[in-house]
């Protein structure tokens, strides 16, 4: 399966870039092949991620393993803190 986080290219708030950039330093450093899709790319990639996350008002960044959800930021940071990165990422 491959790790996919949905992420926003797009202005926007800063908080949502940093978190973008950890998860995405966290994948490269550990060499876990990812994939980004672009919620600003259109609308569709926008209504898919937050209809596979479960929330209406899901905000990037979204992480997936294949079909599998894994969590937003807050659950990747919670995981990070706890050594249970790898559970997160359903590897």
Known sequence: ???V???SSAGGSREIKKQQEAILQYLQSKNIKYFEK???ESSEIKEEMRKKAGN???L????FNG????GDY??????VED????KFFKL
């Open 1 to 3: 399966m491959t790790i």
């Open 5 to 7: 986080v949905y992420i």
């Open 38 to 40: 672009d919620v600003t």
């Open 56 to 58: 209406p008002k899901a």
């Open 60 to 63: 990037p960044p979204q992480v």
């Open 67 to 70: 079909d599998h959800y894994c």
């Open 74 to 79: 807050q659950a990747f940071f919670d995981a």
């Open 83 to 86: 050594g249970k990165a790898d």
